[in-house]
T-cell receptor, first 115, second 115 residues
Framework: DAGVTQSPTHLIKTRGQQVTLRCSPK?????VSWYQQALGQGPQFIFQ???????QRGNFPDRFSGHQFPNYSSELNVNALLLGDSALYLC??????????????FGPGTRLTVL | DQQVKQNSPSLSVQEGRISILNCDYT??????FLWYKKYPAEGPTFLIS?????DKNEDGRFTVFLNKSAKHLSLHIVPSQPGDSAVYFC??????????????FGKGTKLSVIP
């Protein structure tokens, strides 16, 4: 049973460029959430996708956008990259967005470096 | 504003002794609290959770205590083992306006168990 997978593992971009990160959820999960983890910080919620729609969003600008496909996989897109976007981007999946316990399964993350 | 706070960035404990990791929160509407463990180059993995209506949950060597009046929870690890050395994140699950649940993380505490 494959867990959450993310690609690529590492990425280096320059300021102003655009980037797309990819995530496949754990088998049986239909809800995908994305997090940004800056150095020395905890994961910070970006947004959540369910039924191919953005269900909720954290305090991130519109430069951050996403998509969920019919097979429940998801993409995170970041436009006009800033140096401050350098971070570990984590994808997490869960079986339902309305479960209070909200146990989420995380992928290994994509390390994005913006130069 | 930080809704979930872990005020100790690091903690060192001797093998076999008890490790106590602390977490404070400000939002009384959180429904569940979860602890995650993170090793370098891996995503966070779920450890244990507690409902907001409980005051204790135990799973093997791990016990979480919740003090709602103080808005404080703690994770106890007994006995501590070198393999427990990792960063521990406290997370709170709360319902958003869209009816979905969202995790809010603390900054983490790095636990080092000394053999």
């Amino acid at each position: 049973d494959a867990g959450v997978t993310q690609s690529p593992t590492h990425l280096i971009k320059t300021r102003g460029q655009q980037v797309t990160l990819r995530c496949s959820p754990k088998s049986g999960h239909d809800t995908v959430s994305w997090y940004q983890q800056a150095l020395g910080q905890g994961p910070q919620f970006i947004f959540q996708y369910y039924e191919e729609e953005e269900r909720q969003r954290g305090n991130f600008p519109d430069r951050f956008s996403g998509h969920q496909f019919p097979n429940y996989s998801s993409e995170l897109n970041v436009n006009a990259l800033l140096l401050g976007d350098s971070a570990l981007y984590l994808c997490a999946s869960s079986p339902s967005p309305t479960e209070a316990r909200n146990e989420q399964f995380f992928g290994p993350g994509t390390r994005l470096t913006v130069l | 504003d930080q809704q979930v706070k872990q005020n100790s960035p690091s903690l060192s404990v001797q093998e076999g002794r008890i490790s106590i990791l602390n977490c404070d929160y400000t939002n009384s509407m959180f429904d569940y609290f979860l602890w995650y463990k993170k090793y370098p180059a891996e995503g966070p993995t779920f450890l244990i959770s507690i409902s907001s209506i409980k005051d204790k949950n135990e799973d093997g060597r791990f016990t979480v205590f919740l003090n709602k009046s103080a808005k404080h929870l703690s994770l106890h690890i007994v006995p501590s083992q070198p393999g427990d050395s990792a960063v521990y994140f406290c997370a709170a699950s709360g319902r958003s306006g869209a009816g979905s649940y969202q995790l809010t993380f603390g900054k983490g505490t790095k636990l080092s168990v000394i053999p």
